[in-house]
Structure formats: C-alpha cells, structure tokens
C-alpha cells in the first residue's frame, strides 16, 4: 500500500526531481482477487473513517461517477463483456469499502 509514495520518497531522496504533468498517461492496475480486494477495501475504509471528517462522505457519489465511466469505458473499448465481472468487483470494493468505515458497529472479532 502507498508503494507510490514510497517511490516518490526514494527517488527525492536520492536528489531526483518529481514533476508534475498532466499531458502523460498512465495505465495502473492491481491484480486483486475479490477477497484480496474486500481485505484492501475494509481497511481503507477503517481508515477512512478514522482520518477523514465526518461530513466528507462524497465519495459515493465520485464512486458512482467513476463506475459509469468505466462501464462507458469497457463499452467503447469493445469489452462489454467485462461488465458482469466489473458489477461483481464493484459492488466487493463498495461493500467493503462501507463496513469498514462503520467498522466500530461491527463484533471486534471481526477487526482482528
């Protein structure tokens, strides 16, 4: 987790300059299981909800934006076929992205 920073860390200290440049493009991916995903997800969430203000809960609705461009995405590119797995993916990192958030209402032995 952060290996970007940890990155940008090494490479400033190492007397690199970082710049900035919106032009480029970058294609990133991680290569998750739908478990290594909800295990990812639950703890950004933990940690979500133990840094981020109270009343910053918008990212649903950049959630709900980000899924209708990659479904425009897929659709564009002539991958349609990836929207039953993209729903499934989806829907994991929304869940446990939520529990995780609310992660003080949930048994501690869930938490462990």
Not at 24 to 45: E, Q
Not at 70 to 92: C, Q, R, T
Request: net charge negative; charged share 20%; aromatic share 22%.
């Amino acid at each position: 987790m952060s290996e970007d920073k940890d990155f940008a860390y090494r490479v400033a200290s190492a007397g690199y300059e970082i710049h900035y440049c919106p032009e480029s493009k970058v294609y990133h991916s991680h290569d998750y299981t739908l478990r290594s995903l909800f295990t990812r997800r639950y703890k950004d969430g933990k940690a979500f909800s133990e840094i981020a203000a109270t009343d910053s809960d918008d990212f649903v609705f950049s959630g709900v934006r980000y899924v209708w461009n990659e479904y425009a995405y897929l659709i564009n590119s002539g991958a349609a076929y990836w929207i039953p797995y993209a729903l499934l993916y989806d829907f994991v990192y929304f869940i446990s992205f939520t529990l995780g958030k609310n992660y003080e209402y949930l048994p501690t032995s869930v938490n462990d």
